[in-house]
């Protein structure tokens, strides 16, 4: 069975930074592109951020672009968006995706999801 385990959200002042991480398990991460995806209270999921399984290719989301990357490490199964210059309208649950097909990912149709970690940014 194919596991996302989210890690590194919490509480940060406008203008800081956090690390998310997401470890995989149960299949092999270098077959699977992977992507995140946030929702804040009342508002639909928004496409963050995502990633081939070789790390050449990624995509940003338009309100992210510039403060947010995306990379990982296959050798251990870890996705990682490191994001700074948080704003206040970051605030949200951030999960990651997987799945084998990179645009599968990109559209937000991925086969396996974590639970999501809470980002909170304070003015």
């Known amino acids: 069975q194919v596991q996302l385990v989210e890690s590194g959200g919490g509480l940060v002042q406008a203008g800081g930074s956090l690390r998310l991480s997401c470890v995989v398990s149960g299949r092999t991460f270098s077959t699977l592109s992977m992507g995140w995806f946030r929702q804040a209270p009342g508002k639909e999921r928004e496409f963050v951020a995502a990633i081939n399984w070789s790390g050449s290719v990624t995509d940003y989301g338009d309100s992210v672009k510039g403060r947010f990357t995306i990379s990982r490490d296959n050798a251990k199964n870890t996705g990682y968006l490191q994001m700074n210059s948080l704003k206040p309208e970051d605030t949200a649950v951030y999960s990651c995706?997987?799945?084998?097909?990179?645009?599968?990912?990109?559209?937000?149709?991925?086969?396996?999801w974590g639970q999501g970690t809470q980002v909170t940014v304070s003015s």
């Open positions: 995706a997987a799945t084998a097909l990179y645009g599968r990912v990109r559209a937000g149709q991925s086969d396996y």
